[in-house]
């Protein structure tokens, strides 16, 4: 009797393991229309209207622990937001008097204004579960492309670039996060020279990206903003609109230059606390726009 | 009806440990890090059910932690069916009763899985650096995991209580206070009378 027990429990752990064994493989090397994919897809959207339902209902206990967090690291935030404020305000100074300078340059050679992100198209989105892994890679939107929501479209939010569509459902969307291995986008230093590189995920680092490519002599420096470079070479385009801002440069060791051509950059969004996000729905609209006579 | 009670409950538990995980407590930062209460539940059944439901729900959780998450399927479950299956075992061989054993376990449980899941991402081609923070983010994890598995276990025991055949501390307790683990272990009558107090 003990022996057929035993015998059974491990037939059952046996399976379950092969099982999991024969899932990971099997999902790891199809495509992303496979039959496994789909039923995933179909799962999740069989979910996602309860995810949206509990994320509302659990807000208030949300806010409240997230309240207690936030009061904790109030102090020292406070102290570094007063020291990029005296920053800011001298940059600011700067930029408008930039600002009205291109206003006039703008009308003088009569450039198209669209250039914003309103020309994109936003779609307003709320975060309704997300990523609790170390890898922090993936967040889970409420709209879909019942909302003219595409895969691949930018997805904006606490003022920065936060990642890219890589699901699309009727109603709901996967956002791959700029955090994640796989994401990768051309982006710009905003300095003299517009150094441009490719910006990668620190993995396991949430708070770090990759500025990598650069020039080995590029004459970058701690703070320097770093927007998508949106560049456009023939038929290729980049799927980011040119300026969204992504980071701020972090650590610019001449050596790692040198050795590497890479800097290291703090992401503009906080991807721990996103509530909302901007879904960039018509990415080419202003390119579209230029090109015409 | 007791057999068809515990696998329901347990499909309800898995189900809203990981929606509320999702919903809630994964949006929630403490330290720096998120709790996370799925391997604590997996860990929960493992104590209390032993090691084949505990397996069966490390399975069915990871799952679908693996679905909702649009991650590579079979990761987590593989994962969790080793928190499941180990913690019943423990259940099985030791019969644990010391209070303090799910606060262990559940320090276990997170260990694992955080070490694991990076383990795996690894051996699936993730191309990361083994950083400080890395380990510092696990280290963390488990210390938050910790502080919250009592509660966890002692809501788990509250929803599955009904449901489970045999409670090791009510078991215990009972062979106490009857003087004998079962009525298989009391005198025959051959031997004579009982004495008062086993006799009540």
């Known amino acids: 009797m003990y022996d057929k027990q035993v015998r059974r429990r491990r037939a059952v752990l046996a399976l379950l393991v092969a099982v999991s064994l024969i899932l990971l493989t099997a999902y790891f090397g199809e495509s992303p229309g496979s039959p496994l994919h789909s039923v995933q897809r179909g799962i999740v959207e069989v979910l996602s209207p309860i995810q949206e339902g509990a994320s509302k209902a659990l807000k208030p206990f949300r806010d409240i622990a997230g309240w207690f967090s936030d009061t904790l690291h109030a102090k020292s935030e406070r102290d570094q937001l007063r020291k990029e404020v005296q920053t800011y305000r001298a940059e600011l100074a700067q930029a408008q008097?930039?600002?009205?300078?291109?206003?006039?340059?703008?009308?003088?050679?009569?450039l198209d204004q669209s250039n914003s992100i309103q020309a994109y198209s936003p779609v307003g989105a709320h975060v309704i579960s997300r990523d609790p892994t170390l890898w922090y890679a993936t967040i889970e939107v409420d709209k879909g492309s019942d909302d003219g929501v595409h895969v691949d479209d930018p997805v904006m939010g606490d003022g920065g670039l936060v990642g890219k569509i890589s699901t699309a459902g009727a109603t709901y969307?996967?956002?791959?996060?700029?955090?994640?291995?796989?994401?990768?986008?051309t982006a710009q230093v905003q300095d003299q020279y517009g150094d441009t590189g490719v910006l990668v995920a620190a993995v396991g680092n949430p708070n770090q990206l990759l500025l990598q490519y650069l020039p080995r002599r590029a004459p970058i420096q701690v703070g320097q903003q770093v927007v998508t470079a949106g560049f456009t070479s023939g038929p290729l385009e980049s799927l980011y609109p040119p300026g969204i801002p992504i980071g701020q440069v972090s650590n610019a060791s001449q050596a790692n230059l040198q050795n590497n051509a890479e800097v290291q950059v703090n992401p503009v969004a906080d991807l721990r606390h996103l509530d909302s996000v901007q879904i960039l729905t018509h990415t080419h609209a202003g390119t579209q726009r230029a090109q015409l006579p | 009806m007791t057999d068809v009670r515990?696998?329901?409950?347990?499909?309800?538990?898995?189900?809203?440990?990981?929606?509320?995980?999702?919903a809630a407590i994964s949006q929630v930062s403490i330290f720096g890090v998120n709790a996370d209460i799925t391997p604590l539940v997996v860990m929960s059944v493992g104590l209390l059910a032993g090691s084949m439901a505990g397996a069966v729900m490390g399975f069915g959780t990871g799952l679908f932690v693996d679905m909702v998450l649009v991650q590579t399927l079979g990761v987590t479950s593989l994962l969790y069916i080793a928190i499941g299956y180990w913690a019943g075992r423990l259940r099985e061989l030791r019969d644990p009763a010391h209070g303090l054993v799910p606060l262990a376990m559940g320090a276990a449980s997170t260990a694992f899985?955080?070490?694991?899941?990076?383990?795996?991402q690894f051996l699936l081609g993730v191309d990361a650096p083994v950083s400080f923070l890395l380990v510092q983010q696990i280290f963390i994890t488990v210390l938050v995991n910790t502080l919250i598995a009592l509660p966890v276990y002692a809501?788990?025991?509250?929803?599955?209580?009904?449901?489970l055949p045999d409670d090791p501390r009510r078991r215990r307790r009972r062979a106490y206070t009857t003087g004998g683990l079962s009525p298989?272990?009391?005198?025959?009558?051959?031997?004579?009378?009982?004495?008062r107090s086993s006799a009540r």
């Open chain 2, 184 to 195: 298989l272990q009391r005198p025959s009558r051959g031997l004579g009378p009982l004495p």
């Open chain 1, 173 to 185: 969307s996967i956002v791959t996060l700029i955090t994640d291995h796989t994401f990768a986008v």
């Open chain 2, 155 to 163: 809501l788990v025991r509250r929803i599955l209580r009904p449901a």
């Open chain 1, 97 to 110: 008097s930039a600002e009205t300078q291109n206003v006039q340059l703008t009308k003088e050679i009569g």
């Open chain 2, 6 to 22: 515990l696998p329901l409950r347990l499909i309800a538990l898995a189900f809203a440990a990981v929606v509320v995980q999702e």
């Open chain 2, 113 to 120: 899985a955080g070490i694991g899941m990076a383990v795996v």
